[in-house]
């Protein structure tokens, strides 16, 4: 067993010191000026990043920082990003700009700029010589030392450009202030070591490493007593959990485990890779009481040939396999995936392929990306298909799962479900919205009182995105 990547205690407590140290001086300036100092965090991304997000703002909050929505009320802004594709670069890019001008006005505030597009040397360069009015950055491994680096950005005046860590960590007991008071992010595990050919995580987020399982019981039985109601577990590739550190536990012990927790929620994990979505991890969800009979599997591509070139390390067969197991011990469950259009060297043969396998397996929703070179991955050099036909094939691809999507809802019309109702809709304030247990979206006439509590509506009508219901 290795525990070597969990950070030292010692690691800790240093950053707790300087925690320690600005929550004096933020209390002081508080204490001087009647107003306490505000800190603005803004996320790009994906779920990973919502979490490590939240220990930004928990570690703002514990430097005595109060959290504001508007980043013309702070004196600490904090970005950070994302490099899954060119656009999520773009927009975090775009959006530093824009603090280039509350800075004008407000010359004390802080700009820090961390995250995966950082953990990247070309960017931090790019920030280093384009954008001066950013006083530091720190890639992922140094989330952790958040506290550190702002004092000595402080202290010392000066900007300050985190080297990245030669060693990526666990870091556990940070403090984390979570966005939801009944909907959590726990991660398990941090990293890949897949390598798939179009992907950037790994030279960004390192190589896998995994909290200990007693850890992760701790926090899911303290959200549990707190009341929270869904509890997601996070990872890139959750299912290869404790594979790294040699623990003599896998992933579906974990949830073996966290399911004997007592209490009314649902566990629900992300992300899992085929080539580790084994039958054992089927059983136990078949089996257990909390966990969501939903599961979010990447195919990526329909064609044997791609899938090789992306180097996934399964086949169509091999997926096709665990969908069938999945729906013969599971015939509820809610099938979602990950699809990339216009890869490398596909050609129209493979596009088909792709089309075939979803025609196929017949998913509940799909998450579809055109392809996006990323710099510094063996796809990247790989001849590329013409952006139109990537477009073309992309609109095809729409086209026909929200012909599937439609009609999978459709078959829900009449049933009565159980909707962890998330207030009023953001899109139509006439109606509330939750997520059911297979995590579709839901919207029906509620009340106040419905907020972050489940209720149960009767499916009225579907589209291929969306169910609409009556709460009985
Ligand atoms: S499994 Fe592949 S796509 Fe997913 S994070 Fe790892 S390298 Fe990227």
Known sequence: MN??????PEEILAQKTYIEQMRRENDAYAAQTGKRRGAFVMTFGCQQN?????????????????LVTDPECADLIMVNTCAIREHAEQKALSI??????????????????CGCMVAQEHRKNDIKFRYPYVDFVFGTASLHR?????????????????????????????????ESDYRAWVSIMYGCNNFCSYCIVPYVRGRERSREMHKIVEEVQGLVRDGYKDITLLGQNVNSYAKDSGFPY???????????????????????????ADRKLIDVMADSGHIAHQFHLPMQSGSDRILSLMNRKYDTAKYLDIVDYMRKKMPDVTLTSDIIVGFPGETEEDFEGTMRMLETVRFDMLYSFIYSPRKGTPAAEMEQVPQAVKSQRF?????????????????????TLRVLCDGVSKNNSELYSGRTEGNKIAFFEGDVEDAGKFVNITVKRADAFALYGEKI
């Open 250 to 276: 896998d992933f579906a012990d974990l949830l073996r485990e966290l399911d004997k927790i007592e209490g009314d929620y649902v566990l629900r994990f992300m992300t899992s890779h085929p080539k580790d």
């Open 50 to 66: 919502e979490a490590d997000s939240e220990k930004i703002a928990g570690m703002a909050k514990s430097m005595g920082y109060s």
């Open 3 to 8: 525990k070597k990547h969990i950070l030292s």
């Open 146 to 178: 958040f506290p550190q680096l702002l004092c000595q950005k402080l202290e010392k005046g000066k900007r300050l450009y985190c080297p990245e860590e030669t060693e990526y960590t666990v870091a556990e007991d940070l403090p984390i202030h979570r």
């Open 96 to 113: 530093i700009v824009k603090y280039k001008h509350i800075k004008a006005k407000n010359p004390d505030l802080v700009i820090g700029v």
């Open 395 to 415: 609109e095809r691809l729409l086209e026909l799962q929200g012909r599937i999507g439609k009609e999978k809802n459709d078959l829900l019309v009449g049933k």
